[in-house]
């Protein structure tokens, strides 16, 4: 079965990073980037309920609306806020860690990313939210 994953990032490089670590995760999935929050909530506010991705990687640092408001209005719609969102993002700051953490992220990676971590976090996640989604 294909899984969906929604790919919030601005960043050219980091799309290609998480590209290859998601080939090496071994996952049935379906890459579907979009390059701001504004994009992303379209996006997603569009999608029928079985048609949502499975998982959402997020960046924080985005133009037009920034990935905190993004997961703060995913966790504020009914029919979106059970999805899995891990963050990406270049601030190590424990304000912006413990503010996504706040609204819900399953996890939190800074930029740059240590490909080892990067890779071993994002299949973990992968394994626990993929499987349980129809």
Partial sequence: MQHQILLVED????VE??????ERC???HTLKVTRDGID???LLEACAA??????I??????PGMNGLEVLRRIRAAPHLQALPVVVLSASA????RDAARELGAEDYIVKPMDWHVFNKTLCRVL???LPHRP
């Fill in 127 to 129: 394994k626990f939210s």
């Fill in 93 to 96: 700051e424990p304000h912006d």
């Fill in 11 to 14: 960043d050219p490089h980091d």
């Fill in 57 to 62: 990687l997020l960046d924080l640092k985005l």
């Fill in 50 to 55: 079985d048609a949502l991705p499975a998982v």
């Fill in 17 to 22: 990073l998480t590209t290859l670590a998601l």
């Fill in 26 to 28: 071994q996952f049935a």
């Fill in 40 to 42: 992303a909530m379209a």
